[in-house]
């Protein structure tokens, strides 16, 4: 899978090198892009905000630098430009990631603009990007909008700063591409680029090839499947004992038929106390799961 990400703070992605998201970037499963805003701005001082039409407080990402900076990295990666400009650098904001203020480290500007000439033809060829745009007034981020974005081959995050982006760029894209603003909760973060963090390694974990073991995805408290719209109930290794606590008997039993029930009693028991709200779109629940409930 292909993620650019537009950022007046790429080097806010440093921890997309770490674990699991390295360890994918490296094997190749993932292939993400950072990109600097400021370097599709048009003033000495690189400026990406101003004044709210309307008046009010705080500032608005102007839409001719966003603008730009979204043409440019569909039209590069889509291979419109010639593999011969982009290695030297003709086009304006061609600070592509690292190098620059903020690439991840490691990553040098060559093997940058390597990774842009390879691209062209590649697997993005001819495809446009899902434009994202993490604002806490977009539709709900959840497990299901997870697994869409998963089965996509490109993603083109655009956290905004500030007091959002002006409108007209979600409207002006929205006619060529398929373009989601999305909330990861009911809370207001500082900016966009934590809630592509959070985007980033759920859709990641969800590529074949991320998890070692391709259960840990099917068993997942969201994850379509019997246990759907369940809470996990508790986990434990060993030992046995542990400061006076115990494992529950069940565990050690052995009696795979048993554990299975237990378990969802758990889940069921768990969803019922901490998210109730959940417990209407449980799938057909049985007798034992009622008495679960009783
Ligand atoms: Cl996507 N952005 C911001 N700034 N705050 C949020 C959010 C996104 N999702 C929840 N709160």
């Known amino acids: 899978m292909r993620i650019d990400i537009i950022s007046i703070f790429p080097e806010y992605f440093a921890p997309l090198s770490v674990s699991l998201m390295g360890k994918a970037r490296e094997r190749g499963i993932l292939d993400i892009r950072l990109h600097q805003l400021r370097d599709w701005a048009h003033d000495v001082h690189h400026t990406v905000d101003d004044t709210p039409y309307g008046g009010g407080p705080g500032m608005v990402m102007k839409p001719e630098v966003w603008g730009e900076a979204i043409d440019a990295v569909i039209a590069r990666s889509a291979g419109e430009f010639p593999g011969a400009s982009i290695a030297s650098g003709g086009t304006s904001g061609d600070g592509v990631v690292a190098g620059s203020s903020g690439g991840i480290a490691g990553e040098s500007l060559v093997s940058g603009l390597e990774g842009e000439v390879a691209a062209v033809g590649g697997p993005v060829a001819g495809r446009t990007p899902r434009l994202i745009v993490p604002t806490p007034s977009g539709r709900r981020f959840t497990q299901s909008v997870a697994l869409e974005y998963a089965a996509e081959p490109w993603l083109l995050f655009a956290p905004a700063r500030y007091e959002g982006i002006d409108s007209r760029v979600m409207v002006e894209y929205a006619s060529r591409l398929r373009v989601d603003e999305v909330s990861i909760g009911d809370y207001v973060l500082a900016g966009g680029e934590a809630a592509v963090l959070v985007m980033v390694e759920a859709v990641a974990r969800l590529l074949p090839g991320v998890l070692g073991n391709a259960n840990s995805v099917t068993d997942d408290s969201f994850a ?28 050690l039993s052995g009696h795979h038929g048993k554990i299975a029930r237990w378990r969802r009693d758990e889940a069921l028991r768990r969803t019922y106390i901490r998210r109730p709200d959940l417990l209407p779109a449980v799938q057909d629940l049985d007798k034992a799961d009622r008495q679960a409930l009783a």
């Open 224 to 251: 379509p499947g019997a246990m759907q719209n369940l809470l996990e109930g508790p986990v434990y290794t060993k030992p046995p004992v542990w400061r006076g606590h115990e494992v529950p008997e069940i565990l």
